[in-house]
Structures are given as structure tokens and as C-alpha cells.
T-cell receptor
Framework: NAGVTQTPKFRILKIGQSMTLQCTQD?????MYWYRQDPGMGLKLIYY???????DKGEVPNGYNVSRSTTEDFPLRLELAAPSQTSVYFC???????????FGSGTRLTVV | AQKITQTQPGMFVQEKEAVTLDCTYD???????LFWYKQPSSGEMIFLIY??????QNATEGRYSLNFQKARKSANLVISASQLGDSAMYFC????????????FGKGTRLHILP
């Protein structure tokens, strides 16, 4: 049982480049979330999804996009990378919205 | 205004002692839930314990218990008999029914267990 899998684990981007952070879960969870964690800070919600085909903005959505074409996958897209997007990104999922989340191991992104 | 406040940025505790990590929260919702997560130096987020706003008993999970004081809007995590492996960052978090039950996090407390 893999849980929540995030790829890549590390990435360095140049300003203006784009990339997609992948997130896959094999627990048949309905709810999926993307958070970012800046150094010494808690997690801030970027986007979330309550099921395939449905996504919504969190606290800090600017500069990001998501899609949810299947229950398993919830990729996060950065279009024009900026230094302010340097962070650790966590994907998480839950079966019910009131459950504790299962987190992926994170993607450490640096924009230079 | 901060929804979740963790006033202790860092704590040092002797091994085998009990630890209390403070958390206060701000909500006008009647239906909400409180979580504690542990983040070791390896970076993963580990769910520890959950308390619902309507739960009458304090939640317990092994060595972890949540001291829930609803009137004071306080949800402190208590770790009994601390171990070296408890050294980590600890985050208090809250979901609110009126905000689609999305979980928001505090800034965390870094706990150091001393041998």
C-alpha cells in the first residue's frame, strides 16, 4: 500500500520555467489537497479537490493550477516560476473531509 | 488574525518527562475539529490525534492525549514519558465545518528531547 506518492522529491527551477508536481494516492480517497510549507512556518493550503472533476482554491492559489481528472491523481502546475514559490510542497488525501490527512513525503522546490 | 496560535516556538525537555505543547484556536463555528501532527527532521507529516468539538472526552492515542478546554479555546497536546524519538516539529491544526472542513495549520513548536 503506497499511500500518497509525490514526485519529484527535489527540483531546481529557473525563474519563468514551468513544471508539474505529481501526486497519486491508491487509497480511493475522495479528498485531496496541496499545501506549501515555507521555512519555519506551518502549512498553507494552495488548492483542494473533493472528488474527480472538482477543484477549489485555498489560501494561496496565485501562481498555481490544478486538475483532478481521476480519483487517484491531483497534479499541481506552476506556470511561471518565481523565487517566492521556493518552498516544500505537500500533497495530502483523506477519505472523508473530517478525517485526518495522509500526507506524501513532500517536494522540495527551489526557484533561482 | 491567527486562527491557530502556538506560542512556544521551541521547547527543551528531559527524556522521560511529560511534555505539554500549547495550542489556542479562534473560531465562531460550533462544529469543528482539532488535530495534532508531528514532523520529524526527515520532513514527513504524521497524524497524531484528533478531537471533535462535540466530543465530551479528551482524545487519547497511546502516549498522546489532547487536553481540550472548549471555553478557553485551547487544545494542548500532552506527551507522556517523552522519548528521544519525540524530537520533532509539532503542528496544531483545525478544520471548520463552515469553511468546508479544510484543515489550517499553526506555525508549529519545535520539541527537543534531551538524553
Amino acid at each position: 500500500n503506497a499511500g500518497v506518492t509525490q514526485t519529484p522529491k527535489f527540483r531546481i527551477l529557473k525563474i519563468g520555467q514551468s513544471m508539474t508536481l505529481q501526486c497519486t494516492q491508491d487509497m480511493n480517497h475522495n479528498y485531496m489537497y496541496w499545501y506549501r510549507q515555507d521555512p519555519g512556518m506551518g502549512l498553507k493550503l494552495i488548492y483542494y479537490s473533493v472528488g474527480a472533476g472538482i477543484t477549489d482554491k485555498g489560501e494561496v492559489p496565485n501562481g498555481y493550477n490544478v486538475s483532478r481528472s481521476t480519483t487517484e491523481d491531483f497534479p499541481l502546475r506552476l506556470e511561471l516560476a518565481a523565487p517566492s514559490q521556493t518552498s516544500v510542497y505537500f500533497c495530502a488525501s483523506s477519505y472523508h473531509k473530517r478525517d485526518g490527512y495522509t500526507f506524501g513525503s513532500g517536494t522540495r522546490l527551489t526557484v533561482v | 488574525a491567527q486562527k491557530i496560535t502556538q506560542t512556544q516556538p521551541g521547547m527543551f525537555v528531559q527524556e522521560k518527562e511529560a511534555v505539554t505543547l500549547d495550542c489556542t484556536y479562534d473560531t465562531s463555528d460550533q462544529s469543528y475539529g482539532l488535530f495534532w501532527y508531528k514532523q520529524p527532521s526527515s520532513g514527513e507529516m504524521i497524524f497524531l490525534i484528533y478531537q471533535g468539538s462535540y466530543d465530551e472526552q479528551n482524545a487519547t492515542e497511546g502516549r498522546y492525549s489532547l487536553n481540550f478546554q472548549k471555553a478557553r479555546k485551547s487544545a494542548n497536546l500532552v506527551i507522556s514519558a517523552s522519548q528521544l524519538g519525540d524530537s520533532a516539529m509539532y503542528f496544531c491544526a483545525m478544520r471548520e465545518a463552515n469553511r468546508d472542513d479544510k484543515i489550517i495549520f499553526g506555525k508549529g513548536t519545535r520539541l527537543h528531547i534531551l538524553p
